[in-house]
């Protein structure tokens, strides 16, 4: 992968990178329409990065559909996939790891206290590998996207990392991989995510700047159907993420809840 990138750099040939962890769904394709756009060379990566997942997460069971993905990665007109084991990514010896601090200090972060370290160190190896001049994300994963920007500036990274809006079914639902662990009654349950967003983003329209007053509704919306816990609900500064305590632009609602066993996320700017 990294000599066939060498090559295209030296034919001046513009590299557009879509890196996931597979199970391809429509948010991921947009990444890829978009990339096809921006680039002249496509790279798509699928790769379940281990060193983002605690040992009591769901590394073993995460949704993995080789022969699909490499179908649609067809039909997005995608250049080369990258499609490294373990053993590529992570040789023996390894131990060198990419911490980026405060944007990965709460929401997320708070409650998964080694993931961001895992994806920081997979995005930026992944980045080496495949030299892009742009990179493309998911605003879904709104402190992943944060993080990486952060990262690529404080590192000088020669690239330039790209955010695209969640895609969402029709009834709103962010479209996710873990949606697939959501039994019926969940999926059902699920949709109180997206609907407390809406909820949040009226609230703020009509100039209610209490911020605990909008988080209380938001817990309230999320709740109501007793199958939805939620991990953590806050507003923070869409780019430094640190916690605001009144209302100003430019702000971003983020929420984590757990729909049965699922650990679902979501957000808006507000
Ligand atoms: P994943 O495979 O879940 O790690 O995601 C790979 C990339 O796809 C990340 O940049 C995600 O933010 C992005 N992504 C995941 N779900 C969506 C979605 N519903 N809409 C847009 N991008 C998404």
Known sequence: MQSLAFSWHKQNQKISFVPTMGALHEGHLSLLREGRKTGDKLVLSIYVNP?????????????????????????????AVFFPSNEVMYPKGCQTYVEVANVTKGLCGASRPSHFRGVATVVLKLFNIVQPHVAIFGEKDYQQLITIQTMA????????????????????????????????????????????????????????????????????AIEANGLTKTDYIKICDSETLEELTTLKSPARLLIAAFVGKTRLIDNCGI
């Open 51 to 79: 060193a983002q997942f605690a040992p009591t997460e769901d590394l073993a069971k995460y949704p993995r559909d080789t022969k699909g993905d490499l179908a649609k990665a067809s039909d997005c007109r995608v250049d």
């Open 153 to 220: 500036r404080d590192l000088n990274l020669p690239v330039e990392i790209k955010g695209m809006p969640t895609v969402r079914e029709p009834d709103g639902l962010a479209l996710s991989s873990r949606n697939a662990y959501l039994s019926k009654e969940e999926r059902i349950a699920a949709l109180s995510l997206s609907q407390s967003l809406k909820i949040a983003k009226e609230m703020a329209a009509a100039e209610k700047k209490d911020i605990n007053e909008i988080l209380e509704s938001v817990k309230k």
